[in-house]
Structure formats: structure tokens, C-alpha cells
């Protein structure tokens, strides 16, 4: 899909979705899901995550259903079996 057909889907302005791509520019909570739901997607896969936080690795590896990953995190974050 074009950033032109995308913005144009999404009712906003070819510029502004450029910007938010590039980074530059911050959408509103409204804009992210629009744009994840026309390009059939989860709005956390249009949302950039600071891996390196154990909360939000947490939340990447429930969303990948990826349980090793998990596990570190809740580990990381003292809430495993481990509680390190």
C-alpha cells in the first residue's frame, strides 16, 4: 500500500502521515488505530517499544505468545518463580 492510498484511507494529510513515519511527528491515540486497522495490523505493531524496559519487553512477548521471553521479563521485573 502507498503512503498516499494509506492517508487517503485514513483521512489525513500525505505530509502528516510522512512525519509520523519519519518520526517526527507523534499520532493521537484515534490516528494509531485507523492506521493499524487499515493496514490490518495490532496498534502495537505500528508502536515503537523500548525493549530494553522489562514491562513493555513483557508485553511484546505476550503479544508473540513467545514464553521464554516472558518468563525473562517477569523475572527482570521480580515477579517469577525465581523472583531475581
Known sequence: ??????AWECDIDKGYLSQLEAGKRVASVPVLFDLANKL?????????????RPRLRLLDATRRSDGDEATRALNALGLGKNGS
Open 1 to 6: 500500500m502507498t503512503q498516499e492510498r494509506l
Open 40 to 52: 490490518g495490523v495490532e496498534v502495537a505493531d505500528v508502536v515503537g517499544f523500548d525493549l530494553d
